[in-house]
């Protein structure tokens, strides 16, 4: 079993920044690939970015690209999503996941984190 928390979600203007966390406790960290995923309201839920397990490779979807970076830290049993030059369509509660083999599909993720708000305001 995996246990994510997610913070780091608030209030911004648009053109700010936000650096969300995902600290993972129980079975290795370094064992799983994550991902951020998000949901906005009356959305479907979206892929956002992911990251392999050493760290080395990162993917993003099309609507983050260039704004938001994925990054973890192995030691510290963390991943990041650094959100900058956000807008007001990048409002949403944002997940973390983890998953052993993941791809940009949810179902393809095994544990998920309770979620965390961004809400950019115009």
């Known amino acids: 079993q995996v246990q994510l928390v997610e913070s780091g979600g608030g209030l911004m203007q648009t053109g700010g920044s936000l650096r969300l966390s995902c600290a993972a406790s129980g079975r290795a960290f370094s064992g799983y690939a994550m991902g951020w995923f998000r949901r906005a309201p009356g959305k479907e839920r979206e892929f956002v970015a992911r990251?392999?397990?050493?760290?080395?490779?990162?993917y993003y979807a099309d609507s983050v690209k260039g704004r938001f970076t994925i990054s973890s830290d192995n030691a510290k049993n963390t991943v990041y999503l650094q959100m900058n030059s956000l807008k007001p369509e990048d409002t949403a509660v944002y997940y973390c996941?983890?998953?052993?083999?993941?791809?940009?599909?949810?179902?393809?993720?095994?544990?998920w984190g309770q979620g965390t708000q961004v809400t950019v305001s115009s």
């Open positions: 996941a983890a998953g052993v083999f993941t791809s940009y599909d949810a179902a393809s993720y095994d544990y």
């Open positions: 990251i392999t397990r050493n760290g080395r490779s990162t």
